[in-house]
């Protein structure tokens, strides 16, 4: 339901509502943990709050013009656009809606079509994009901040104070990505924030591997230091890969395939969160100090990834975005011009 000109930041409010909700849920913990022996009890049946406000909001909520119309409900689907666009003159993009509609019902194996050679870059990025997100190691910190912060020498309320702070940075640090990417264009963000985030992966693990070995405890100087570059980190992934990750798969696949391109992104997100999230333990108590290092190096990876291989998507509309492809030094060799 975005108009073109605002897409990049609209679409970013599904990462800002995420982060809000993470560190909602830190607070909650930081401030149940006091509440012994049962606070446990009461953070974990806050969770039915939101859990009702998303059942209520879903009764209250109207359909979109697009799968209105696309059901063959035209009048409702108009009238539901005027009422988003709050105006009368939506003769223009009504049109579009019902020939894309059309065009979209008329494709029978969305799966199958974006096995095809002129998919391969959208499929690629789709594939690639919510790996590397999850590769820069943001759900670790975010899932296992307290445990995290504990083996550090943090004590346990220093630890979930710490998590709700990093939780809270990462809320706050979506708001440049919004007023940004619409301007600044998503690879500058995105490698940007990724140069950010192997600098800061590189001297967590330098400190963690000088300053804490032997059994010993970081001294409190080091701790607050530990604290503020991990910080530095959430806000770089923040304003780049957090809510890029999703927008940029959203806004490259051709209404053929979009169905099944981003039911692949948001699948391949979960898996490797799956993945992650089972092994982190695991990993740190193997790795120890090297586990920012693997990180910083599949960071390092994606930032060359994105700066070879993926077009500037800024400004251009959906359906133009073929064009992006034909013209890249790379996809132009699997990409037919029409």
Known sequence: MAPAHLRGALNMMFQLATT??????????????????????????????PALLMTVGGLLLPETPNSLIERGERGKGRQVLENIRGTKEVDAEFQDIVDASEFANSIE???????????????????????????????????YAPVLFQSMGFGGSAALYSSALSGAVLASSTFISIATVDRLGRRALLISGGIQMIVCQCVVSLILGVKFGHNQELTKGFSILVVVVICLFVVAFGWSWGPLGWTVPSEIFPLETRSAGQSITVA???????????????????????????????????????????PETKGVPIEEMILLWQRHWFWKRTVPAF
């Open 268 to 310: 391949v997100n979960l898996f490797f969160t799956f993945i992650i999230g089972q092994s982190f333990l695991s990993m740190l108590c193997a790795f120890k100090f090297g586990i920012f290092l693997f990180f910083a190096g599949w960071i390092t990876i994606m930032t060359i990834f994105v700066y070879l291989f993926l």
């Open 109 to 143: 194996h969305p799966f199958r079509n974006i096995l095809e050679k002129r998919n391969r870059p959208q499929l690629v990025m789709g594939i690639f994009m919510p790996t590397f997100q999850i590769l820069t190691g943001i759900n670790s910190i975010l899932f």
């Open 20 to 49: 809000l909700g993470i560190f909602t849920a830190n607070m909650i913990n930081y401030g149940t943990e006091k509440l012994r022996p049962w606070g446990w009890r009461l953070s974990l049946g806050l969770a039915a709050f």
